[in-house]
Every structure is written in structure tokens, then in C-alpha cells.
């Protein structure tokens, strides 16, 4: 049975490319324009999965999805660590002296902005989603204009790479996970979990917590907090973890379970990290 897969973006997004890469080509897509709108699809079972970014190198972490993720109880079930290029495309037969605008999202623009300083004759405009600017492009016929977007999005709508590589910093990568609503079969060769919990006020709970971690041999890789909305000065703690043993994960799960005021586990997965 084909897969119905909700992606933030539009077809050609990297969004896109993360969901081909785990569940190929053959794959119902549905393009959702805001990550509410993707978890609304999963809710309402338009869609059976998602693909959500969570933290990128440069502008850190996505925290609404961390929230969005915890209040609707999503389970993450996977990740991928995807080297973000930005790519200029437009249609066929033009070169960047022919370009008088480029419409993209306002990160990808910020990302290329040094690019752009040498073509000093090109405006920058501001818009919805990269793959949605090549799409729109290339259905109508748009002379003059160039998106910033991955090279999936040349592929897909048939437009020419005008330049590789436009984005200032070479390294950049984002962090995806794929969520869904029902809660999977773990399999024990996971080595990554992503766990919320809520402390007290008492002094050194936090530390008591991160001790628990390593005395169980876990890797504290990710730590994220997010406010109490009902409880001013109040916090929930985000944090990933990796591990060899899977017996030491579910010891240290259930310490943590007695010791923390409030405990969840958004999922166990396999670590995306090569």
C-alpha cells in the first residue's frame, strides 16, 4: 500500500527529498504550506506520515515543532541529517545577466545573501516556499525569474541551474524526523531516543537527571527547553540521547520515569547520524 507522506513545502522541497529518501518515489505526497497544517493532516489521517524539520547548524532549533510534536503526542519514528544547497534555477536559456528577480523563501535568501552582493542587479523577493517558486516558474512560463531551491526541483519542474552552491556557508544541515500518529513497534536495534520531561524546583534536579544519563551509559546529544504555558517560570526539557545497549536505555527510562514530575518519550528510533 503507497504511503501518504505530508511534507512542509511543496513538491522539490527538501522536505520532498527526506520522504524519497526513506520511502522512495512511489509515495502519495501531500504539500502542506505551514507545519500546523502538516500535523492537522496526520490528525485527521489524510496523511500517514510526516517529514518535519527539527534544528538546522545555522539557525538552530524549529522550537513550535518540538511543542507541536509534544501537544498533539506525535511518535518520531526516524531521522535524517540533510545537507542543505541552495541552487539559482530558472527556465531554460537564460543566463543570471537575464534575471531581474528572485523569488524565494526569506531563510534561503538570507542563507545566499552574499551570492547576490556580485549580481547586484537582481531584487529579492520574499515568498511562501522555495519548491513552490521552481514549480510556479516553470507552469507559467515565468521569463526573468529564478528561484533559490534544491537541484530535486530543477529535476522535477525542468528548469536550468543558473549556479551551484550559492549559499554563503558551505555547511549546513538540517535535522528531519518523521512522525506519526500511532506509536510503532520498537525494534531493539535502535540506538536514539527523544524524551520530555518536567522537574521540580528543588535544587540539582537537573543535574540529578543528567547524572541518571550517563551513570546509564546514555549520550546526551540534544538538551531543549520549553516553557510551562500554565505555569510561569516553570520549564519542559526536550533531550535526544544515543546508546549502545538497548537493556541501558530502558534502565535509564525507568529511573528517569520516578524522578521527573512529568515524563514522555516523543520516540525511539534509529540514530541518523553516519
Not at 531493539?188 to 541518571?212: C, D
Not at 504555558?229 to 520516578?258: G, M, N, R
Request: net charge negative; charged share 25%.
Amino acid at each position: 500500500m503507497n504511503k501518504t507522506i505530508a511534507i512542509q513545502g511543496a513538491e522539490g522541497s527538501n522536505h520532498h527529498k527526506v520522504a524519497r529518501d526513506f520511502y522512495g518515489t512511489s509515495i502519495q505526497l501531500k504539500e502542506c504550506m505551514s507545519f500546523d497544517e502538516l500535523v492537522d493532516s496526520l490528525l485527521e489521517g489524510s496523511a500517514n506520515l510526516g517529514v518535519m524539520a527539527l534544528e538546522n547548524t545555522i539557525a538552530g532549533s524549529i522550537i513550535p515543532n518540538y511543542a507541536l510534536i509534544d501537544k498533539h503526542n506525535l511518535h518520531i519514528t526516524n531521522e535524517e541529517y540533510l545537507n542543505i544547497h541552495h541552487h539559482l534555477m530558472a527556465l531554460k536559456g537564460q543566463e543570471i545577466k537575464d534575471i531581474k528577480e528572485v523569488w524565494s523563501h526569506p531563510m534561503a535568501l538570507l542563507q545566499c545573501k552574499e551570492f547576490f552582493k556580485m549580481h547586484s542587479h537582481i531584487k529579492l523577493v520574499e515568498d511562501v516556499d522555495t519548491a513552490e517558486v521552481a514549480k510556479r516558474i516553470s507552469k507559467e512560463n515565468l521569463v526573468g525569474i529564478a528561484a533559490i531551491a534544491p537541484k530535486i526541483a530543477a529535476e522535477i519542474f525542468g528548469l536550468e541551474i543558473l549556479e551551484d552552491e550559492i549559499q554563503t556557508i558551505k555547511d549546513n544541515s538540517t535535522r528531519f524526523v518523521i512522525v506519526q500518529t500511532e506509536e510503532p513497534k520498537i525494534d531493539e536495534e535502535v540506538n536514539k531516543a527523544s524524551l520530555k520531561f518536567q522537574l521540580n524546583h528543588k535544587r540539582g534536579s537537573l543535574a540529578a537527571i543528567l547524572n541518571v544519563l550517563s551513570d546509564c551509559k546514555m549520550n546526551l546529544t540534544k538538551i531543549q527547553s520549553l516553557p510551562v504555558i500554565e505555569t510561569p517560570w516553570k520549564y519542559s526539557f526536550f533531550v535526544d540521547i544515543t546508546f549502545d545497549e538497548y537493556k541501558d536505555y530502558k534502565k535509564a527510562e525507568a529511573i528517569i520515569e520516578i524522578m521527573a514530575e512529568e515524563f514522555k518519550i516523543l520516540g525511539t528510533y534509529k540514530n541518523g547520524r553516519k
